[in-house]
Protein backbone atom coordinates (compact mmCIF):
# COMPACT_ATOMS: atom_id res chain seq x y z
CA UNK A 1 0.00 0.00 0.00
CA UNK A 2 1.19 3.86 -0.77
CA UNK A 3 1.89 5.87 2.04
CA UNK A 4 -0.66 8.18 0.57
CA UNK A 5 -3.05 5.79 0.51
CA UNK A 6 -2.51 5.20 4.25
CA UNK A 7 -2.53 8.96 4.81
CA UNK A 8 -6.36 9.69 3.65
CA UNK A 9 -7.62 6.63 4.84
CA UNK A 10 -6.17 7.75 8.43
CA UNK A 11 -7.23 11.70 7.45
CA UNK A 12 -3.25 11.94 8.47
CA UNK A 13 -1.79 15.20 8.98
CA UNK A 14 1.99 15.09 7.33
CA UNK A 15 4.64 16.15 9.76
CA UNK A 16 7.66 15.55 7.65
CA UNK A 17 8.76 13.72 4.51
CA UNK A 18 6.00 14.71 2.13
CA UNK A 19 8.22 13.72 -0.41
CA UNK A 20 8.00 10.36 0.22
CA UNK A 21 4.09 9.84 0.01
CA UNK A 22 4.41 7.42 -2.77
CA UNK A 23 6.65 4.86 -1.20
CA UNK A 24 4.92 1.73 -0.63
CA UNK A 25 4.66 -0.72 2.47
CA UNK A 26 4.06 -3.98 2.87
CA UNK A 27 2.80 -4.42 6.29
CA UNK A 28 2.03 -2.52 9.51
CA UNK A 29 2.51 -2.83 12.81
CA UNK A 30 1.60 -1.47 16.03
CA UNK A 31 2.94 -0.78 19.47
CA UNK A 32 3.97 1.62 22.38
CA UNK A 33 6.93 -0.54 23.15
CA UNK A 34 9.88 -0.21 21.28
CA UNK A 35 11.36 -3.27 22.59
CA UNK A 36 8.79 -5.65 20.69
CA UNK A 37 9.03 -3.32 17.57
CA UNK A 38 12.76 -3.96 17.10
CA UNK A 39 12.10 -7.58 17.71
CA UNK A 40 9.66 -8.00 15.02
CA UNK A 41 9.44 -5.67 12.43
CA UNK A 42 9.68 -6.51 8.97
CA UNK A 43 11.08 -3.53 6.86
CA UNK A 44 8.86 -2.70 4.55
CA UNK A 45 6.40 -2.00 7.29
CA UNK A 46 4.45 1.13 8.63
CA UNK A 47 4.83 1.67 12.02
CA UNK A 48 1.95 2.93 14.24
CA UNK A 49 2.42 4.07 17.53
CA UNK A 50 1.17 6.31 20.42
CA UNK A 51 4.22 6.32 21.80
CA UNK A 52 6.32 10.18 20.97
CA UNK A 53 10.28 10.10 22.18
CA UNK A 54 13.14 10.29 20.33
CA UNK A 55 13.36 6.68 20.60
CA UNK A 56 10.69 6.14 18.30
CA UNK A 57 12.58 7.60 15.29
CA UNK A 58 15.84 5.53 16.59
CA UNK A 59 13.85 2.47 16.13
CA UNK A 60 12.76 3.12 12.90
CA UNK A 61 16.06 4.57 11.55
CA UNK A 62 17.87 1.27 13.16
CA UNK A 63 15.24 -1.03 11.19
CA UNK A 64 14.99 0.63 7.89
CA UNK A 65 11.80 1.93 8.37
CA UNK A 66 10.03 4.51 6.33
CA UNK A 67 7.14 6.03 7.81
CA UNK A 68 5.58 6.54 11.22
CA UNK A 69 1.91 6.90 12.20
CA UNK A 70 1.52 8.76 15.28
CA UNK A 71 -1.97 7.67 16.59
CA UNK A 72 -4.45 8.85 19.04
CA UNK A 73 -3.32 12.57 17.99
CA UNK A 74 0.09 12.43 20.01
CA UNK A 75 2.10 15.46 18.53
CA UNK A 76 6.01 14.57 18.39
CA UNK A 77 8.64 17.71 19.60
CA UNK A 78 10.31 19.64 16.69
CA UNK A 79 13.17 17.81 18.16
CA UNK A 80 11.59 14.67 17.34
CA UNK A 81 10.45 15.84 13.83
CA UNK A 82 13.99 17.10 13.38
CA UNK A 83 15.02 13.58 13.75
CA UNK A 84 13.08 12.04 11.27
CA UNK A 85 13.68 14.52 8.55
CA UNK A 86 17.86 13.77 9.30
CA UNK A 87 16.48 10.33 8.62
CA UNK A 88 14.32 10.63 5.22
CA UNK A 89 11.68 9.13 7.61
CA UNK A 90 7.74 10.44 6.46
CA UNK A 91 5.55 11.08 9.57
CA UNK A 92 2.41 11.48 10.06
CA UNK A 93 -0.55 12.12 12.61
CA UNK A 94 -3.93 10.74 13.10
CA UNK A 95 -6.20 10.98 15.66
CA UNK A 96 -7.83 7.69 15.08
CA UNK A 97 -6.99 5.27 18.34
CA UNK A 98 -4.60 2.58 17.67
CA UNK A 99 -7.45 0.12 17.45
CA UNK A 100 -9.73 1.71 14.70
CA UNK A 101 -5.93 2.84 13.16
CA UNK A 102 -5.28 -0.52 12.92
CA UNK A 103 -8.57 -1.54 11.85
CA UNK A 104 -8.76 0.40 8.92
CA UNK A 105 -6.08 -0.43 7.46
CA UNK A 106 -6.61 -3.71 7.53
CA UNK A 107 -9.75 -3.79 5.71
CA UNK A 108 -8.12 -1.98 3.25
CA UNK A 109 -5.95 -5.38 2.74
CA UNK A 110 -2.91 -4.25 4.65
CA UNK A 111 -1.23 -7.38 6.36
CA UNK A 112 0.31 -6.96 9.87
CA UNK A 113 3.45 -9.02 10.25
CA UNK A 114 3.69 -12.50 10.71
CA UNK A 115 5.92 -13.29 14.24
CA UNK B 1 39.45 -5.69 28.33
CA UNK B 2 37.23 -8.21 29.68
CA UNK B 3 36.66 -10.22 26.05
CA UNK B 4 39.58 -10.62 24.30
CA UNK B 5 39.99 -8.59 21.24
CA UNK B 6 42.01 -10.02 18.30
CA UNK B 7 43.74 -7.20 16.84
CA UNK B 8 44.19 -9.25 13.11
CA UNK B 9 43.01 -8.03 9.78
CA UNK B 10 41.22 -5.30 11.12
CA UNK B 11 40.51 -2.95 8.90
CA UNK B 12 38.62 0.27 10.93
CA UNK B 13 37.98 0.74 14.57
CA UNK B 14 35.88 2.88 16.19
CA UNK B 15 34.61 3.28 20.15
CA UNK B 16 31.89 5.39 21.02
CA UNK B 17 31.24 6.13 25.07
CA UNK B 18 27.89 5.50 25.92
CA UNK B 19 26.44 8.13 29.05
CA UNK B 20 23.46 7.59 31.11
CA UNK B 21 22.66 10.92 31.60
CA UNK B 22 19.90 11.54 29.27
CA UNK B 23 18.32 9.04 27.73
CA UNK B 24 16.83 10.93 24.78
CA UNK B 25 20.14 10.77 23.27
CA UNK B 26 20.60 6.58 23.53
CA UNK B 27 21.19 6.07 20.02
CA UNK B 28 23.29 8.39 18.94
CA UNK B 29 26.39 5.79 18.73
CA UNK B 30 24.55 2.83 17.43
CA UNK B 31 23.21 5.68 14.60
CA UNK B 32 27.02 6.54 13.97
CA UNK B 33 27.79 3.36 13.38
CA UNK B 34 25.34 2.44 11.05
CA UNK B 35 26.24 5.62 8.84
CA UNK B 36 29.70 4.13 9.29
CA UNK B 37 28.94 0.61 7.76
CA UNK B 38 26.70 1.91 5.06
CA UNK B 39 29.61 4.36 3.59
CA UNK B 40 32.32 1.00 3.43
CA UNK B 41 28.80 -0.32 1.57
CA UNK B 42 28.12 -3.01 3.19
CA UNK B 43 25.18 -5.27 2.39
CA UNK B 44 22.06 -3.92 3.75
CA UNK B 45 20.74 -6.95 5.47
CA UNK B 46 23.88 -7.50 7.41
CA UNK B 47 23.80 -3.54 8.68
CA UNK B 48 20.38 -3.90 9.65
CA UNK B 49 21.41 -6.74 11.82
CA UNK B 50 23.98 -4.87 13.12
CA UNK B 51 22.11 -1.91 13.67
CA UNK B 52 19.51 -3.60 15.66
CA UNK B 53 21.80 -5.44 18.17
CA UNK B 54 23.71 -2.71 18.73
CA UNK B 55 20.87 0.17 19.62
CA UNK B 56 19.56 -2.88 21.62
CA UNK B 57 22.89 -2.73 23.58
CA UNK B 58 23.42 0.81 23.70
CA UNK B 59 19.38 1.01 25.17
CA UNK B 60 20.75 -1.68 28.03
CA UNK B 61 23.92 0.65 29.28
CA UNK B 62 21.84 4.25 28.72
CA UNK B 63 18.86 2.12 31.14
CA UNK B 64 20.83 -0.48 33.29
CA UNK B 65 24.04 0.48 34.04
CA UNK B 66 26.21 3.14 35.33
CA UNK B 67 27.69 4.25 31.58
CA UNK B 68 29.94 1.91 29.51
CA UNK B 69 31.39 2.01 26.09
CA UNK B 70 30.59 0.20 22.41
CA UNK B 71 33.75 -0.95 20.26
CA UNK B 72 33.71 -1.45 16.60
CA UNK B 73 36.28 -3.78 14.47
CA UNK B 74 35.61 -3.53 10.97
CA UNK B 75 37.61 -6.78 9.01
CA UNK B 76 37.85 -8.33 5.78
CA UNK B 77 35.24 -11.31 6.79
CA UNK B 78 33.20 -9.97 9.70
CA UNK B 79 32.26 -7.05 11.75
CA UNK B 80 32.57 -7.38 15.62
CA UNK B 81 31.08 -5.39 18.10
CA UNK B 82 32.05 -5.30 22.11
CA UNK B 83 29.77 -3.64 24.68
CA UNK B 84 30.80 -3.13 28.29
CA UNK B 85 29.59 -1.06 30.92
CA UNK B 86 30.98 -0.40 34.60
CA UNK B 87 28.15 -1.75 36.26
CA UNK B 88 25.84 -3.07 38.52
CA UNK B 89 25.87 -6.32 36.34
CA UNK B 90 23.69 -9.33 35.53
CA UNK B 91 23.17 -11.25 38.69
CA UNK B 92 21.90 -14.51 37.05
CA UNK B 93 22.53 -14.46 33.00
CA UNK B 94 20.63 -17.54 31.96
CA UNK B 95 17.30 -15.91 33.20
CA UNK B 96 18.02 -12.20 31.14
CA UNK B 97 18.48 -14.04 27.89
CA UNK B 98 14.94 -15.10 28.61
CA UNK B 99 12.61 -13.65 26.11
CA UNK B 100 10.38 -11.40 28.22
CA UNK B 101 12.21 -10.82 31.28
CA UNK B 102 13.10 -7.44 32.76
CA UNK B 103 14.52 -6.14 35.68
CA UNK B 104 13.11 -2.84 33.84
CA UNK B 105 11.42 -0.16 35.71
CA UNK B 106 7.96 1.09 35.32
CA UNK B 107 9.33 4.66 33.93
CA UNK B 108 11.64 2.85 31.93
CA UNK B 109 8.71 0.78 30.26
CA UNK B 110 6.49 4.38 29.54
CA UNK B 111 9.46 5.14 27.42
CA UNK B 112 9.26 1.99 25.21
CA UNK B 113 11.78 -0.24 26.76
CA UNK B 114 12.13 -3.05 29.09
CA UNK B 115 9.85 -6.27 27.72
CA UNK B 116 12.70 -8.17 28.63
CA UNK B 117 13.20 -8.72 24.53
CA UNK B 118 16.96 -7.09 24.39
CA UNK B 119 19.21 -9.91 24.77
CA UNK B 120 17.30 -12.50 22.73
CA UNK B 121 17.46 -9.91 20.20
CA UNK B 122 20.39 -9.22 19.84
CA UNK B 123 21.25 -13.20 19.71
CA UNK B 124 18.78 -13.67 17.09
CA UNK B 125 20.51 -10.59 15.23
CA UNK B 126 24.20 -11.77 15.30
CA UNK B 127 26.47 -14.58 13.88
CA UNK B 128 27.69 -15.49 17.32
CA UNK B 129 26.91 -13.95 21.03
CA UNK B 130 29.11 -14.09 23.92
CA UNK B 131 27.89 -12.47 27.44
CA UNK B 132 29.40 -12.28 30.83
CA UNK B 133 28.60 -10.23 33.77
CA UNK B 134 29.98 -10.04 37.38
CA UNK B 135 27.30 -8.48 39.86
CA UNK B 136 29.15 -5.08 41.29
CA UNK B 137 31.63 -4.57 38.34
CA UNK B 138 30.14 -5.03 34.82
CA UNK B 139 28.53 -6.76 31.97
CA UNK B 140 30.39 -7.35 28.95
CA UNK B 141 28.99 -8.38 25.40
CA UNK B 142 30.58 -9.59 22.22
CA UNK B 143 28.62 -10.07 19.32
CA UNK B 144 30.23 -11.31 15.84
CA UNK B 145 28.11 -10.43 12.31
CA UNK B 146 29.97 -12.53 9.18
CA UNK B 147 30.18 -10.54 6.19
Known amino acids: MKLREIAELLNCEVLVGEKFLDREVKYAFGSDLMSDVLAYTEEDTVLLTGLCNNQVIRTAEMLDLKSIVFVRGKCPTEEIVNLAKEDDILILRTEHTMYSASGILYSHGLQGTAI | ?147
Open chain 2, 1 to 147: MILARDNNDVAMMKDFEVTTDDFSSAGIASSKIKKILRQIGLESSVIRRIAIATYEAEINVAIHSVGGKIEVYIKSDKVEIFVEDNGPGIADVNLAMQKGYSTATKEIRELGFGAGMGLPNMEKCSDEFHIESEVDQYTAIKMIFTL
